[in-house]
């Protein structure tokens, strides 16, 4: 099938990394500058200049120089490919008002994530070794700099606010360039990894990704609007009853603050963090000093960000889009969230979360304050209700339950495990029963013994020891540290098919690296090595790559595995260590990935329309007069999956017509 691959750049007024492409499209300045393709069987890049020229002069310029171009474009038989295709697939449909159909595009960027590849167009060329007439142009960014985003107006420029091209043509002619070398440089990565094809399962999800994206999800504009403008005004009455009560000309400022605090209390306030705080507030019986405290707390609190984020993104119709990243985590293919960042939601902990959302859409922020508390506080629990289903539709979410639970027994065949997910599914008072030989009926919510059974399963599944436990809250429980040891000994005397599968898939990768074969073990896994990167291969088939693996000593002289990835405090491409538990962790992750995967695209060949996705649940757009809509997307969660036999599975469903956890 004939190929076209495509680099576009384009101007808009809106940030598009607070924003994202579907808001940077929607600007009212939004224009594409220059287009660069390349057909598979040509060898020259051609780049065409259509700034200025607006959406139908662009067209008609298109269609009378380069008509190969343009029927290409829209022809189902001709394949675009594009390093992030969502922003030329985006990009051009809004401003040519031209459906793009997600079937017809490749993504590159996607293709060199499923790698294990970084996911800038700069960072592949440099991992891959490409030679440098090959790679992305290191200009580029003060060129996109200059003419793609709105400039300071200053005396020396004349006071405007965007650079054209006739304010610099010199730039200009290197930006036509910079735009060519991008095209070549993403041709050079598509040629040395199309040796590894996306399989056609995930080309699949990603059009179905895109779709959704496509259709964002409603918000409740009103409502959020009204939480950021009572913020702005509550932050400044909090600043100035701050200023009043301590004189001070910016309370805000921590060396000005320790300042006072020190005064006021007789003795050193070193720090202000967020715990330093809630333990001066404990600690203290200075009432004005706590007062001051109490204000800096809620003067601290992250709690309208969210909401800023939705008011950078909306589109114009009300809604938000492209808040999923496909194979966001290259580990495991999981989504990751962008934008509002919707994996990090804060759960919902007010009692009456209904009357909460009613008082605060009224803007009864008095009544807020009175019945709920502090409103930072209500405002961080209402995040999720800001999410609404369209008109005429109600939310229905479907959650699997416990899924990584119940992917880690199948895998590891741990028998009584599974026979728990098959029944009555509370996995926490079933390990717990394992873990203290006490029976079932006798551990209860709320019990010690079911506390402790539920931190164990949060943090031994994958080769977790006695710091897992406290870095998952074991401490905060009322657990002592002397007890932990034992509780690890005794999760994994209860859980010894888990414990052999560790120790089974870390051998098993290391046999792939030393011994270049292929190593299976149960339930479809495949371990290989080719061309330095350890394939694991997943039940469902997808695989997961460690670019450049190797075996290497460790600290204590021990063979460990290494590979090459993004590290994830420093953000950079370097050596990464692994083992057997991560390993596992990162199979276990995938097929939940891929198990949810199979029930979306189900749900949606059923014909509702997925907005949503979070975690392991999905968010579905469906009509009010379809009132068998749960029970049947309940059962679709719950269908056995062809490549996972025995694998049980329950999804949990609940109707609403906002966000939230049921």
Known sequence: MKTLAIDIETYSSVDIKEAGVYAYCDAPDFEILLIGYKFDDEDDVTVMDIHGLGKAGAMDSIEMLCPNFWDSLTDPEVIKTAFNANFERTALAKYFDTPMPPEQWRCTMVHASMLGLPRSLADVGEALGLPQDKQKDKIGKSLIDYFCKPCKPTKKNGGRTRNLPEHDEEKWNLFIEYNRQDVVAEQAILNKIRIYPVPESEQELWDFDQRMNDRGIKLDWDFAEGILQYDTKNQ?????????????????????????????????????????????????????????????????????????????????DGRLRGILQFYGANRTGRWAGRIVQVHNLPQNKIPDIELARELVAEKDFESVELLFGETPFVFSQLVRTAFI?????????????????????????????????????????????????????????????????KVSELALGYQGSVGALIAMGALDMGLEEKELPILVHQWRESNRRIVKLWYTV???????????????????????????????????????????????????????????????????????????????????????????????????????????????????????????????????????????PGLPLKGDTYETPFYRKD
């Open 389 to 453: 289903a369209s008109s005429g539709c109600r939310f229905v979410v479907s959650d699997f339950s416990a899924i990584e639970a119940r992917v880690i027994s199948w895998l590891a065949d741990e028998e009584w495990r599974l026979e728990v997910f098959r029944t009555h599914g509370k996995i926490y008072e079933a390990s717990a029963s394992q873990m203290f030989n006490v029976p079932i009926d006798q551990i209860h919510k709320g019990s010690p013994l079911r506390q402790k059974g």
């Open 236 to 316: 400044a009455d909090l600043a100035e009853e701050a200023k009043s009560i301590t004189g001070l000309k910016n309370p805000n400022s921590p060396a000005q603050l320790k300042k006072w605090l020190t005064e006021r209390l007789g003795y050193e306030v070193n720090s202000l963090t967020k715990d330093s705080v809630k333990e001066l507030i404990s600690t203290c019986n200075d009432e004005v000093a706590i007062r001051v405290l109490e204000i800096r707390q809620a003067m601290s609190k992250t709690s309208t960000a969210k909401y800023a984020a939705m008011e950078k993104a909306i589109c114009n």
């Open 506 to 644: 870390e051998a098993a990768a290391k046999a792939a690296i030393k011994e270049r074969r292929t190593v299976k073990i149960k339930h479809g896994l495949e371990f290989s090595y080719i061309n330095q990167i350890l394939f694991i291969k997943l039940p469902g088939g997808r695989k997961l790559a460690y670019y450049d693996a190797r075996i290497e000593p460790n600290a204590r002289g021990m063979d460990q595995i290494t590979y090459a990835g993004v590290e994830q405090t420093t953000k950079r491409w370097g050596r990464l260590e692994t083992y057997g538990g991560k390993l596992v962790e990162n199979i276990v992750q995938a097929t939940a990935r891929d198990c949810l995967a199979v029930a979306m695209l189900r749900v949606e060949a059923a014909g509702y329309k997925i907005v949503m996705h979070v975690h392991d649940e999905m968010v579905v757009d469906v009509p009010c007069e379809d009132v068998d809509a749960a029970e049947t997307i309940t059962e679709l969660m719950g269908q056995n999956i062809s490549w996972a």
